[in-house]
């Protein structure tokens, strides 16, 4: 049996028996009909804009998150929709089946070519076409399809592969012209890409092509654009090397640049230059110049360039004037940039309010709150509003010259014209207000901001915390905080803020005073209490309390800081816990997102205890300390616990003595170290005889003969002596607490084993 023939029709033909009805270059075989259809009376117009390869289907629909937005394809020829459907049956993956698709047409065209790359997103299979069409015989890629394919390929961020399509041109024997290298010049330019660009022009210059002064221009401004003014005036030698005339918009590229590198004398050069050779720079250009000047921060390259301006005689617009004084104003020259403002109103320049803003701010930063407000006066005649910033500035500016009362007027000036103030607005008087001890003007702003409507509490929380940032501040915090919290101005947040910023400048005693009044107050202490809470317990020395606000937060579901579990374990070390401090480690790296350096590396050290060797140790000692994290009480723990682990006490006497040879221990803490050593094995020893009696079911025959060996053997190894406690820290002497003590362990026993075992 013959195989079936493939036929592509076009358009729509009448249907038979014999042959079923075909719509706008449907591809079908030519099978007998099994269901006749009569002969219509009229034929449908055909409408090729809404040919579909599945007209029975409904297009599929991008609603994946995953699916490429398609591009309407109701422009291109039948054939070349015909393609693309191909590679969108199968998914844009080349293969046989897409191979058998093209060997349906009798020939794929370059033009046909350059119209499916114009519209294809997938590289891959873009090149594979590309290419299998170049197999063709008597077949040759044009310009068209070459640049496509460019296209195709910077579409899909394969800009270094577009780079290659130069090369690839003169190997087929199409030597590149200038308009190929433009094509990939102007995308490199258009995505900042400035190395890029000029490794395409050195490439443009190795096969021979001499750019125009269009393409020079193009390259030097994505050059300049991009930092790389060094390798713009390199182009620049070849432009006049090449024997191009400069326009204005080449000078004014290179001036932009100079004027952004802090070159003034080259660029003042190279403007009288231009005035030689061409003309003089318009007031756009040198408004353009100090743009860049302002950007850069040269405020004395801008006054320059104005003086260079007024010797041409070009006459500066508003937008010169505005863009001058603004940038004269925030770079602290605000003198100067009145003058200009003065010209500006003697020349009849319409003034915008922003003028009026930077004007007002920079005064106020010069402490000239007189001149600021005369300010604000010829602003209102000039019939503008003040703006909310202009206020804010105003009233700092008049609370940094102890003018309060006439602050909290403009303040109440401000509410008046339907401003809402901002904390912008009442902190500065709220500090002068606290700074001067006036606490009923305080609470009476405090009234006024509720009746605007602004949430009291949240900016209380603000302006707490800017005051704890010095240490000054705190305490009149304190007091301030001691006032209105009788008026119910408090919360937990604020009592947070108190009890870090306290315990930030040492005053550990009067931040846990602020604690337990939260308890009297009915405030629920959250997790950020807790965890300072911690910190300042442990610093106090007890431990027992530390470990109690640790509980608290595991039953909250909470994880504490990690601030608080350095200094929670600090406290377990040098009560000689030394497995309650590797149980902590374990349960901090298995619940905070990144640990500290030094819990993770003592699960390193661990691992090398199990070598038996000192040297190990001591070599993930030094990896550890190259990266900036030297050896605390949590590296000590890990050495102590691996070491009596593994039976090996000389091993780990060895690790302390290399530290103490390199000075990074005192001779005092390693005879601690070596006592804490020493106590730890002899603890994990009676473990294990606890539990071989255990094992060998004996502890019941030794209770029923009345020995009470095993409480002792129990309980004589859980504590530390009183004399290493003392060499240690001597406020932790009266703070020593058994294991059993510490039921967070225990809680979060399963977890640790669970993430780490």
Known sequence: MPPPKFSLFYGHRKPSRNRPTVRSNRLSLSQPNPNPIPFPTQSQPFDLSKWHPHPNQSPPSNSSPSAAPIVSLSHLSPIARFILDAFRKNRNHWGPPVVAELHKLRRVTPDLVAEVLKVQNDPVSASKLFHWAGKQKGFKHTFASYNALTYCLNRAHRFRSADQVPDLMDSQGKPPTEKQFEILIRMHSDANRGLRVYHVFRKMKTFGVKPRVFLYNRVMDALVRTGHFDLALSVYDDFRGDGLVEESITYMILIKGMCKCGRLDEML????????????????????????????????????????????????????????????????????????????????????????????????????VGAACDLLKDLVA?????????????????????????????????????????????????????????????????????????????????????????????MMALEVFEELKVKSYSSVVIYNILIAGLHKFGKVKKALSLFDEMKTFDFQPDLSTYSSAIICYIEEGDLHEACACHNKIIEMSCVPSVAAYRSLAKGLFSVGEIDAVMLLVRDCLASVTSGPMAFKYSLTVLNACRSKNAEKVIDVMNEMMQQGCPPDHVIYSAIISGMCKHGIIEEARKVFSNLKERRLITEANMILYDDMLIEHMKKKTADLIVSGLKFFGLESKLRAKGCNLLIKVKTSYKMLPNDICCIESAHFAKARFPIDNYPFLKFRMSATRKCWT
């Open 269 to 368: 050069q190279l403007l009288e230059r231009m005035r030689v050779n061409l003309c003089k720079p318009d007031v756009f250009a040198y408004t353009a110049m100090i743009k860049v000047l302002i950007s850069e921060g040269h405020l004395d390259g801008c006054l320059k360039v104005w003086e260079e301006m007024r010797r041409d005689r070009v006459e500066a617009d508003a937008m010169a004037y505005v863009t001058l004084v603004m940038g004269l104003c925030k770079g602290g020259r605000v003198e100067k940039g009145y003058e200009l403002f003065r010209e500006m109103k003697e020349k009849g320049f319409l003034i915008d309010r922003a003028i009026y803003g930077v004007l007002v701010e920079g005064f106020v930063e010069d402490r000239k």
């Open 382 to 474: 000039s019939g503008y509003r003040a703006d909310l910033g202009i206020y804010n500035s105003l009233i700092k500016g008049l609370c940094d010259v102890k003018q309060v009362d006439k602050a909290y007027k403009l303040f109440r000036v401000a509410v008046q014209e339907g401003l809402g103030p901002d904390f912008a607005t009442v902190n500065p008087i709220m500090v002068s207000y606290a700074d001067m001890r006036r606490m009923d003007n305080f609470c009476d702003l405090l009234a006024q901001m509720e009746k605007c409507g602004r949430p009291v509490i949240d900016d209380l929380s603000k302006f707490f915390s800017m005051l704890t940032e010095k240490e000054d501040g705190v």
